[in-house]
T-cell receptor, first 120, second 111 residues
Framework: DTGVSQDPRHKITKRGQNVTFRCDPI?????LYWYRQTLGQGPEFLTY????????KSRLLSDRFSAERPKGSFSTLEIQRTEQGDSAMYLC??????????????????FGEGSRLTVL | GQSLEQPSEVTAVEGAIVQINCTYQ??????LSWYQQHDGGAPTFLSY????GLEETGRFSSFLSRSDSYGYLLLQELQMKDSASYFC????????????FGAGTRLFVKA
């Protein structure tokens, strides 16, 4: 397995257009996360999946954002009617988390190289 | 909710030791992680503390005090390649153990 891969690496779009990003996690990982990162800031949590179930979505996330993880494998993040404020690096990460009662491992996140979105 | 505070920038010389502090507030806490990110690269995992005390991994060590909601990352024998951003991240025991990141500390290593 070559790690977490994201596609496309760069996307330039005009305001109002829809964009979709894809993430292929490490195959044996059960968790998949989406984060957004702007210059000089840390990764901001957007949403995450446990297998195919979306367990949480950030309250800061607009309804224009939607994510799916069909069959618990790859995931897509779609942004509808993009705005200039959506310009950022969109990071995907996967991990293996034990969640039976308590987490007993580090939950180390393995990040992809990200998809950089520029909205003109 | 969860929040983390860490210094925005630290500068040190090659060969020195530097400590990056992190304080956190969270409604549920399970562990504190540290990640490194070079410009243009992805964050990579450095260390994790679930219990009080010091964890050592080569030149890097991480410390946690749960009672003080405080941790630090210690980098020894600094090298130019250590110039990067360092993020502390809290893993909560609510919300499915998700990881929330701080804003990061930019480390500049000078010759």
């Amino acid at each position: 397995d070559t790690g977490v891969s994201q596609d496309p690496r760069h996307k330039i779009t005009k305001r109002g257009q829809n964009v979709t990003f894809r993430c292929d996690p490490i195959s044996e990982h059960n968790r998949l996360y989406w984060y957004r990162q702007t210059l000089g800031q840390g990764p901001e949590f957007l949403t995450y999946f446990q297998n195919e179930a979306q367990l949480e979505k950030s309250r800061l996330l607009s309804d224009r954002f939607s994510a799916e993880r069909p069959k618990g494998s790859f995931s897509t993040l779609e942004i509808q009617r993009t705005e200039q404020g959506d310009s950022a690096m969109y990071l995907c990460a996967s991990s293996w988390v034990l969640t039976s009662g308590r987490a007993t491992n580090t939950g180390e996140l393995f990040f992809g190289e990200g998809s950089r979105l520029t909205v003109l | 909710g969860q929040s983390l505070e860490q210094p925005s920038e630290v500068t040190a010389v090659e060969g020195a030791i530097v400590q990056i502090n992190c304080t956190y507030q969270t409604s549920g806490f399970y562990g504190l992680s540290w990640y490194q990110q070079h410009d243009g690269g992805a964050p990579t995992f450095l260390s994790y503390n679930a219990l009080d005390g010091l964890e050592e991994t080569g030149r890097f060590s991480s410390f946690l005090s749960r009672s003080d909601s405080y941790g630090y990352l210690l980098l020894q024998e600094l090298q130019m390649k250590d110039s990067a951003s360092y993020f502390c991240a809290v893993r909560g025991n609510t919300g499915g153990f998700k990881t929330i990141f701080g804003a990061g500390t930019r480390l500049f290593v000078k010759a």
